[in-house]
């Protein structure tokens, strides 16, 4: 039997909506905390439904936002892939721990973006950031259960399958 795809929109409207918040203008001393929502979602959807949302999509988002905040394109697309990657071969042990115990996983991602990010600006001969630049790691870890919650409850009510 073939296995049909449903939800797809609610997929790409969580993308878009992470992407807004991505470039969303926040006051000077905010932008140093704004978490990586687009990253946060991808794993999400990774975690739930990693035959639908893997390295391509991840690859294709990553650049999208390369594009949207006029960074190195790619840059965000090789982060993006390889955290997909990574959330998608440990999907079955990371999925069944409790939200608290995802979140530490999550720091670890947010965390392999930062220095993949760190790394690329080494390459091009950017000035190397101050400590702020590892802070969106940590409120990504504390926002993520309600990410997970969030975007629980819209795949449960929407049958995303």
Do not use: K
Not at 45 to 74: E, F, K, Y
Not at 102 to 120: G, H
Not at 142 to 161: K, M, S
């Amino acid at each position: 039997m073939i296995a049909r795809h449903r939800g797809g929109w609610v997929i790409v409207l969580s993308v878009f909506i992470g992407l807004v918040l991505t470039i969303l203008p926040l006051p000077r001393w905010a932008e140093s905390l704004r978490p990586e929502w687009t990253a946060m979602i991808l794993v999400y959807w990774s975690l739930a439904l990693p035959q639908r949302v893997g390295v391509g999509v991840a690859w294709l988002v990553g650049c999208l936002q390369d594009v949207l905040q006029g960074t190195l394109l790619g840059a965000h697309g090789l982060a993006f892939a390889l955290i997909a990657y990574l959330t998608m071969r440990l999907h079955q042990r990371v999925r069944v721990l409790p939200v608290w115990q995802q979140a530490l996983t999550i720091l670890i991602l947010l965390l392999l973006i930062r220095l993949i990010m760190l790394w690329i600006f080494g390459l091009i001969g950017r000035p190397s950031p101050d400590w702020t630049f590892w802070l969106p790691a940590v409120t990504g870890t504390l926002i993520w259960p309600l990410v997970f919650v969030l975007l629980r409850g819209a795949r449960r009510f929407y049958n995303v399958q």
